[in-house]
Structures are given as C-alpha cells and as structure tokens.
C-alpha cells in the first residue's frame, strides 16, 4: 500500500487553521487545505495539501492501492518537530493497520521539512521525494514580493538591516568624528567591535538565553527573592577580594626587590583574595538558606553551606601563608600553626556534617514545594 505523506514540519495547520493532526483520508485532507488556505493564503504548505491530493488521485487512477495524510512537527525546535512528526506518522500507521507493507511518497515545500526524512524512512520505506515549488516563485516578478516577504519578518530584518545600517553609518561617523578632532581610527576601532560583538551575538544564537537571564532577574524581583541581593553583595565582596589579592602580590614582590615566582605569587593572590571570597561564599549561601526556608523546602543539610566555606577559606588561608615570607598584609605561618590550621578546617567541616545530619534525623524539616 502507497501512503502520500504531506509534511508539515512546523505546524502551520495547527496554529494558523486550527485542525487537529494527523489528517487521514482526501476528504479530511481536502478540508484541512481549504481550512489553512482560507486563513492564510501565502503558506507553502496549502500546496503541499493539494499536491498530496493530486499525487493520491493519480495512483488512485492508475489502480493503485492509496491513502493520503498529512502530519505536522512543532515550531521552533527542529529536534523536537521531527519527534511530533514521527510520532503521528506512527498513529497514521497504527489507523492504516491494513496487514500489507506500507511505503510512502513525501510531499514537501522545501529542505527544511525534508529533515524529517530519516524519521519517516525509520517506520516504513521511502518510494519518493516530492518538493513543491509554486512556479510563480521561479519567476522574476515575484523578486519584489519576495524582498518584501522577507524584509517584513521581524528576525530576517534585524539579522539583515543592522549589521548593512551600522557599515553605512561608518564614513558619515568618521566624518563627523574628525570634525570634533576625533581620530577617525578609534571610531573605526569601536564600530568594528560593535559589528563584532553583534555577529557573535547572533551566530552564537544568544538571544534565549538572554532573554531567559532577564525572565529569571525580573522573576526574582516579583518574588522578593533574598539571593538577589547577597548574590550582588557576593559579587562585590569578589572584586574587593580580587583587588587585595593583587595589593597582596605588589607586597610580595617588593619584600623579593621586584622578582617573585610565579607559585608565591599565587600564594599571594590567594592569600589575601580567600578571605573576601569566604565571606562572599557565607553571605550568597546564606541568602539561598532563607529563600528556601521561605520557599517551604529548608533542609537542616543546608546550614553545612557556610561552614564548609569557612574551613576550605581557612585551609587557603593557612597553606598560603606557609609559603610566603612577612609582608604587609601577609600572615605568615609555621609549620605548627599550618597543622592547627588543617586540623580546625577539617574539625569545622566534619563537625558541621554531624551536627546537621543529626538534626535532620531529629527534628522536623518543611516538605519540597
């Protein structure tokens, strides 16, 4: 048995016209062209429709034993539209159940459906490819229609007129620029950087995920969530600690007249970064500890957070400044103070494990939201 498969892939039956997929049978298959044509007479995939009604006549004429269906994907996703499509190509399959072989013609409108072929060729063999092409789009009066089609999509005009706005407003920049005494280099340098910025931007496909950071900023603001605030306080307390732990370094070297090595500069850094990082550490996890709380899925387990941030920081703390020499915000350490050092980092961070999990087995705990 022949199968004519018009292919669908991103839904445009379901979301312009409203017609519930798959469609089996020319009947159903007519009407649901007659539905997506009336509702938007420019989509492609009306032609597909109705080529996969013709291409079932046809066979049906020649005495072929035919059906004809239409299934769709999703928008957006292309992995996630050939799993739709190949989904309802197996309820198509499980309706048909007539006990013979079943082999398909897939009629398409271009490329981009044609991904799904693999899909298809996975549940039953693949007799033919047909791609539809209206003919008035090989022409070339349909050039102005077809720049304006495009041009009139939000996602083509922005990938499009930016990057060929911003090329053309360089010499006018330049001009303008020297007549402010502005070197023309540096608005060419800055220019560039921008067209540079932007096509990676977009090449990288960026646009979800900063949209998606700026859905969860503005979610935490609605929510009064307490993280935003310590997790700011945090990255303040991280730049402080990054500054000191550079002034750390310049103490070193000028204990070392100018030259130190590359591991007691490390030595340094850390030295005077960890302790402004530890308390970044204790007051981000502290703002976590309450909005869990708030949020109903507090677990004693959460309070090992800050202690094991204090007994890594001081372990830091202590192995740096074995190894550096006395210097201006420097702590140097012997031997016996690195051990006490270890020993009351490990004591903090095993202590921390006991008592909590104690509590946790003892007292009662707010059930996951």
């Given at each position: 048995m022949l199968l004519v498969l018009c292919v669908d892939l991103d839904d445009d039956l379901g979301r312009k016209?409203?017609?519930s997929t798959p469609v089996i049978g020319r009947d159903a298959v007519e009407a649901a062209a007659v539905a997506l044509a009336t509702v938007d007479p420019e989509d492609s995939d009306t032609n597909v429709l109705f080529q996969g009604i013709n291409t079932h006549d046809e066979l049906a004429a020649e005495g072929?034993?035919?059906?004809?269906?239409?299934?769709?994907?999703?928008?957006?996703?292309?992995?996630?539209?050939?799993?739709?499509?190949?989904?309802?190509?197996?309820?198509?399959?499980?309706?048909?159940?007539t006990g013979e072989e079943v082999s398909a013609i897939v009629i398409t409108d271009g490329a981009q459906d044609e991904s799904v072929l693999p899909v298809i060729r996975s549940r039953m063999p693949i007799d033919g490819v047909r791609r539809v092409v209206v003919r008035q789009a090989q022409?070339?009066?349909?050039?102005?229609y077809t720049i304006k089609q495009v041009l009139a999509d939000p996602e083509t005009r922005g990938t499009i007129l930016v990057p060929l706005g911003v090329l053309l407003l360089i010499y006018p920049l330049v001009v303008v620029a020297n007549l402010f005494d502005v070197a023309g280099a540096a608005v060419l340098g800055i220019i560039s950087g921008l067209v540079g910025l932007y096509s990676?931007?977009?090449?990288?496909?960026?646009?979800?995920?900063?949209?998606?950071?700026?859905?969860?900023?503005?979610n935490l603001l609605y929510a009064g969530?307490?993280?935003?605030?310590?997790?700011?306080?945090?990255?303040?307390?991280?730049?402080?600690?990054?500054?000191?732990?550079?002034?750390?370094?310049?103490?070193?070297?000028?204990?070392?007249?100018?030259?130190?090595?590359a591991g007691t500069a490390v030595a340094a850094f850390v030295?005077?970064?960890?302790?402004?990082?530890?308390?970044?550490?204790?007051?981000?996890?502290?703002?976590?500890?309450?909005?869990e709380y708030i949020a109903g899925r507090f677990r004693w387990r959460y309070l090992?957070?800050?202690?094991?941030?204090?007994?890594?920081?001081?372990?830091?703390?202590?192995?740096?400044?074995?190894?550096?020499?006395?210097?201006?915000?420097?702590?140097?350490?012997?031997l016996g103070d690195l051990a006490m050092a270890l020993a009351a980092g490990t004591l903090i961070g095993v202590l921390s494990t006991l008592t909590f999990a104690i509590a946790e087995s003892q007292l009662p705990s707010a059930e996951p939201a």
């Open positions: 016209a409203g017609v072929e034993a035919v059906e004809v269906a239409a299934v769709t994907g999703l928008e957006g996703s292309d992995v996630k539209a050939n799993r739709a499509v190949g989904e309802e190509v197996d309820r198509v399959l499980a309706e048909l159940s022409d070339l009066e349909s050039l102005y990676l931007f977009r090449g990288l496909g960026l646009e979800e995920t900063v949209d998606d950071a700026a859905d969860a900023v503005r969530r307490v993280t935003l605030i310590t997790y700011v306080v945090a990255l303040a307390l991280v730049v402080v600690g990054g500054v000191q732990g550079l002034e750390t370094v310049d103490a070193a070297r000028d204990v070392h007249d100018g030259v130190i090595p030295h005077g970064f960890v302790q402004w990082l530890a308390v970044a550490g204790v007051t981000s996890s502290l703002g976590q500890i309450t909005d090992n957070a800050p202690f094991y941030v204090v007994a890594i920081a001081v372990v830091l703390y202590a192995l740096s400044g074995f190894f550096l020499p006395p210097a201006p915000g420097v702590t140097p350490l012997e």
